[in-house]
């Protein structure tokens, strides 16, 4: 009441005369006609409405100014309480009032939202429903009921439900006559123009006004936000999937190392934000549907090619792609990695060849050595498509060359020996065995360096493998005992849906708190790529079984939440009792044989005939368009409860909405572009101007606007 009070009591330098006084003398008033004789002997105030009502005595003594009631139950426990508030729901129900999905457990539990229904109710039906003033209809008498309430106050005549309330003085004047402390009405002016004037209240088409509203914002809805989703989502993945198909591999490591690091970037970066919104649409389209089916309305179907199962469809095969190009990076990385060690080895034999070779006479006995450079240059350029293998075949030829031009001047040396006295057996001197050694002595170190260097290494490796395995077994079956926890938390029969969305409520931030897990592994990850690790013998789990995983259970979660949201939306808009959800939940479980919250359409069939039905092929292809109107080939549980409970309740007509534009119009068979802006926020009264036709018919303004076959089109009864 702080808002309230702030805004109303707000001055902005004006005084209000003496003369202006909001109030006649109360002496003057009839109190038998102006006043509530029920109101009037209680004076009982509600200090917190939630608790109030709790205590069945003071409901009890609300009650007996209607009618005496039997002695309620003595005691103090919670199983007295119940019984004393069923006795008096009892009462009132015995008066003609039809009490939807109230129960005495909420009135004791405090719940607000049944607390106010009941007392609406009971307002309704005593102290408006029994105005009568020349058999008055309900609506003539809350009129009444109104007039007389405000008839006092000064500034203030209520004639209907529309521009008498435009002001704001009316609603004012109702809340001052049983709250004054709440307003100071005499604070308050006609043409205050600092004060903000309220939208019109249509009281007596409050439930029409809102259905018009979530009419024209369920049709906005569809041709905006729904279809801007899914253009954006299908263009990004038409985008992204050339990206991912284009394997044009690079000649060096560092340059497909930067690859890598892209496509870790569009993981971590990227698509997480589409992996939301595609689960966003999925919960607005199913909202959007539900919600159009309780208004009676048609089917929201996207132009072609734009279906949630495109969606679908597309994210699959974005996801395929994605796994392809992954595969083929490591694959590519893998090759340029041998090929750098090939090239590396093929260096260092050169090297060494060629540091031999020079200033020796003596070489056909070493010409053997040859042959594993020649077999060595092999794969780099023929099988594993080196880069650089003109240079290496350029330099092998070369070294063949040499190796010819040594041969010859060998012979040449044989035949000048073979004619000399030196000793025949051996061409190697003491200082060339000297040097020998010295070298063997400077590589050994080396090598012993270098191998345990690759020792360290491996052992690095290994422990970046166990302790990705050790985090990836406990993650893998986390994410797998969840998903199934949600799913049974979804087909549970046992709690009500309240209970079942504050369940899942938890479920959905215990996997928020268990991000930081999933962002730890994929660090771990990032390290193996870097270190060139390939494979993993310590567990079956991939990173990209982890990252699949996390993206269905996210979906998962808040996808079963938004079925629950829509559940309690039906149940409350029905007027559906748990009772009746649970036995609609138990059939359907039966018939889910897959298990996956959807029936096949021959599980469907047979769901119906063990209920009763006698269907023909006619007719299941008829009841098929109902519940299925995008032809998914599968029949949900929202879209099952829909189904069954289409007669239960009253369902809202393409005439309600006319009667709603009616009295906009001020009962005019058409409506012009200023009552259109002036009664409807700026976007849904431009969404109706462009697309209502222009009214045809005698004595009616230029400009005039057809509201009839604008309702009908909303109800899918003729085209817009």
Same mark, same amino acid.
């Given at each position: ?80 309480? /119940?019984? *004393? ?37 009971? /307002? ?25 309430? %405000? ?8 004639? *209907?439900?529309?521009?008498?309330? #435009? ?5 004012? @004047?109702?809340?001052? +006559? ?10 308050? !002016?006609?043409? =205050? ?17 809102? #259905? ?10 569809? &041709? ?30 560092? @340059? ?10 569009? +993981? !971590? ?26 208004? &009676? ?27 392809? $190009? ?7 990385? +893998? !090759? ?14 050169? @090297? ?36 650089? =293998? =003109? ?31 030196? &000793?025949?057996?051996? *061409? ?110 310590? %567990?079956? $789990?991939?990173?990209?079984?982890? +990252? ?10 808040? !996808? ?92 809202? %007509? ?32 431009? $969404? ?18 057809? $509201? /009839? ?12």
């Amino acid at each position: 009441m702080t808002a309230v009070e702030t805004q109303i009591t707000y001055t902005n330098s004006y005084t209000i005369q003496h003369e202006d006084a909001y109030m006649t003398q109360e002496e003057d008033w009839d109190r038998d006609l102006l006043l509530d004789p029920a109101w009037e002997k209680q004076q009982r105030k509600v200090a917190e409405l939630k608790r109030y009502f709790r205590n069945p005595m003071l409901l009890f003594s609300s009650l007996t100014v209607i009618e005496r009631l039997p002695k309620p139950d003595k005691g103090k426990m919670r199983f007295h309480k /119940i019984a *004393n508030v069923n006795k008096a729901l009892d009462f009132i129900c015995s008066k003609g009032v039809k009490l939807v999905s109230i129960g005495a457990e909420e009135i004791v539990d405090g719940n607000v939202k049944m607390t106010l229904g009941m007392i609406w109710t009971i /307002i309704l039906r005593f102290a408006i429903q029994d105005i009568s003033v020349e058999e008055t209809s309900a609506k003539e008498g809350l009129l009444l009921w109104c007039q007389r309430k %405000t008839a006092p106050y000064r500034n203030v005549n209520v004639q *209907n439900f529309h521009i008498s309330w #435009k002001d704001g003085l009316a609603l004012c @004047a109702l809340i001052h +006559r049983h709250r004054p402390d709440l307003i100071d009405y005499s604070k308050l !002016r006609k043409v =205050a123009q600092y004060l903000p004037k309220l939208h019109p209240l249509k009281l007596d088409v409050m439930r029409q006004n809102w #259905k018009l509203r979530c009419c024209l914002l369920a049709k906005s809805c569809q &041709n905006s936000e729904t279809e801007t989703f899914l253009n954006e989502l299908l263009e990004w993945i038409r985008r992204t999937i050339p990206w991912l198909e284009n394997r044009v591999a690079e000649q060096t490591m560092r @340059a497909m190392q930067q690859k890598l690091e892209d496509f870790r970037d569009y +993981r !971590r970066v990227h698509k997480p934000p589409r992996v939301q919104e595609k689960c966003q649409l999925e919960i607005n389209f199913n909202t959007l549907q539900t919600k159009l089916r309780l208004s &009676n309305r048609p089917a929201f179907m996207p132009s072609e090619g734009k279906m949630v199962s495109d969606i679908a469809n597309a994210w699959k095969g974005l996801e395929q792609v994605e796994k392809g $190009y992954e595969e083929w990076l490591l694959t590519e990385i +893998r !090759r340029l990695e041998r090929l750098d060690h090939l090239a590396e080895k093929f260096k260092q034999k050169c @090297a060494m060849h060629e540091a031999w070779t020079t200033g020796r006479n003596e070489i056909t006995s070493q010409k053997t050595r040859i042959g594993p450079v020649k077999t060595l240059i092999r794969p780099t350029g023929r099988e594993l498509d080196y880069h650089d =293998a =003109a240079t290496v075949n350029t330099r092998c030829q070369g070294i063949c060359d040499q190796w010819d031009n040594l041969g010859t001047l060998t012979q040449k040396r044989r035949d000048s020996l073979e004619l000399s006295g030196i &000793n025949p057996y051996t *061409n190697l001197s003491p200082q060339d065995i000297s040097t020998k050694w010295d070298t063997v002595k400077h590589l050994v170190p080396l090598r012993d360096q270098m191998l345990q260097e690759e020792v360290a290494r491996q052992q690095a490796n290994e422990r970046l493998r166990r302790q990705f395995a050790a985090q990836a077994n406990i993650i893998g079956p986390w994410i797998q005992t969840k998903m199934e926890e949600i799913s049974h938390v979804s087909v549970d029969i046992a709690g009500s849906l309240e209970e079942q969305m504050n369940s899942l409520k938890q479920y959905e931030q215990n996997i928020i708190n268990y991000k930081s897990n999933i962002d730890k592994l994929e660090g771990d990850h990032q390290l193996i790529q870097e270190s060139l690790i390939f494979d993993n013998k310590h %567990t079956n $789990y991939t990173m990209e079984h982890i +990252r699949v995983g996390w993206e269905q259970l996210l979906t998962t979660i808040a !996808r079963t939440i938004n079925e629950v949201e829509n559940q309690i939306l039906t149940r409350d808009a029905k007027g559906i009792s748990q009772e009746q959800l649970n036995e609609f939940r138990a059939s359907f479980n039966h018939f889910d044989r897959k298990r996956n919250g959807m029936m096949d359409p021959d599980d469907f069939r047979a769901c119906l005939i063990s209920m009763g039905y006698d269907l023909g092929e006619v007719e299941f292809a008829r009841i098929m368009t109902l519940v299925d109107p995008n032809n998914t080939g599968v029949v949900t549980f929202q879209a099952f409860i829909d189904f069954m409970t289409r007669e239960t309740a009253e369902t809202d %007509t393409a005439e309600q909405v006319m009667a709603s534009f009616k009295i906009l119009a001020s009962d005019k068979n058409y409506i012009t572009v200023e009552e259109l802006r002036r009664e409807l926020p700026p976007e849904q009264a431009e $969404y109706c101007i462009t697309r209502m036709t222009r009214y045809v018919g005698p004595d009616c303004p230029a400009g005039a606007l057809d $509201y /009839i076959s604008f309702s009908s089109a909303l109800y899918g009864e003729s085209d817009l």
